[in-house]
């Protein structure tokens, strides 16, 4: 039983970091756009 235990909690932990990588990696790539968003424009003002 002791063994069930421990295996939640490991679960728990993959949910959580796997929830913090998806929003890390989500804001990553809204950063990525806006900055390739103002490359542009700066190009288009040049």
């Known amino acids: 039983m002791g063994r069930l235990v421990v295996n939640e909690e490991e679960t728990i932990k993959e949910v959580y970091f796997q929830k913090i990588f998806e929003i890390n990696l989500i804001a990553y790539m809204m950063q990525k756009t806006e ?12």
Do not use: L
Request: proline share 0%; glycine share 0%.
């Open 35 to 46: 900055n390739n968003v103002k490359i542009k424009i700066i190009n288009n003002e040049v």
